[in-house]
DNA sequence: GTCTATAAAGAGATAGAC
DNA sequence: GTCTATCTCTTTATAGAC
């Protein structure tokens, strides 16, 4: 029951897990510092999970499912391409910096992954990679979007996964206001108000 | 002799721990790994360093300013805004993807400081901050960028600080080209070819 | 499902000889 | 400046009682 286990319970214990991972880093966040958040010993948590590792796994695997869902209602009913890259940009932005947790960590903690548990992840990423490849391909040959397909996404994503190291929550901008800048920044004057 | 040392012997050791933080992780690094691939054993790495984290202070120290040196260069005797964009944006991407250590150590492992190495290096970022943010300053004045200076700014080096994470450097394209990619992006219509 | 207790390994760092 | 040897502490993980 500890692989594939999707109680309530464990999704309290790993979104627990994602906001210390998200505040000190997966590497110095010990399983005693872990338990403790979760009210139990350090003992109990090997009950839950099998190693370290598979928390970091679990964390990483909600970030992404969250940021797809969230990514998918954003889009629907939308036709606009110009339309489509804001909303799939709020939505990149929302799961960022409003629930900063499971998606941040998904972003940047990868590289302490076993190869087993990147493979399993590495479909989940690529399935919201796509949603952006689509995306900017239609803004392209909308011709309000100009570039390589594949480098305008990975400087798009680069912007908006950069965002964590410097948005302030407390600051005057919402992440609205930040996804509005950007699509305007990279579109050819602007377009949105 | 152990704090303020530039001898050779030292900036070789800082360039060796440069790459394994760069390849590895800071965390993830251990001393033994560090003194081996130094070609000593790990209790004599204690000589040239007061404890790990002062590695670690030393090498990022040392990637502000190799980036700081080459952004100056970069600029030197370039007048017009957009070419001093462009200029600045190849000699980042330069430090970044060319030499990919100690500059990329900078950028992603300050959460691993001490708060006494953080307020020593906190200066050095805010100089190489300075610098992008009087040219973009600059460009937005000359009406070729529009947006407020810190998103801009922000976005850029985020785009910029990311490519990391992706940038393949057996690929097909250099440095150079993906940084004229970005600044094509980042203002109306192509400029520059 | 959680506890206590602890094993086993690895970490950073030190001391003193050469 | 480097070595050997080792200390001390922390880490992940396990075993068995409750």
Not at 76 to 105: F, Y
Not at 136 to 146: K, P, S, T
Not at 150 to 166: E, K, P
Request: proline share 2%.
């Amino acid at each position: 029951m500890t692989l594939t286990n999707n109680s309530k319970r464990r999704k309290e214990l790993v979104a627990i897990a994602a906001r210390l991972f998200f505040e000190q880093g997966y590497e110095r966040t010990t399983v005693r510092i872990l338990a403790e958040a979760m009210g139990i010993k350090s003992g109990s948590l090997f009950h839950h999970f099998t190693d370290k590792q598979a928390i970091l796994c679990a964390v990483i695997e909600s970030g992404m499912q969250s940021a797809m869902q969230i990514a998918h209602e954003a889009l629907e009913g939308v036709q606009d391409p110009q339309d489509k890259l804001l909303a799939l940009t709020k939505a990149h932005l929302s799961t960022l910096l409003t629930d900063r947790n499971a998606h941040v960590v998904a972003l940047y903690e990868w590289r302490s992954l076993t190869p087993e548990s990147l493979h399993h992840l590495v479909g989940l990423r690529d399935e919201y990679e796509s949603l952006w490849r689509s995306v900017i391909q239609e803004c392209i040959q909308a011709d309000v979007l100009h570039g390589e397909e594949s480098v305008v996404r990975h400087f798009a994503l680069g912007a908006l996964n950069w965002t964590v190291q410097w948005y302030d929550p407390q600051g005057q901008r919402t992440p609205d206001d930040l996804a509005l800048a950007l699509v305007n920044l990279l579109m050819d004057r602007t377009h949105f108000n």
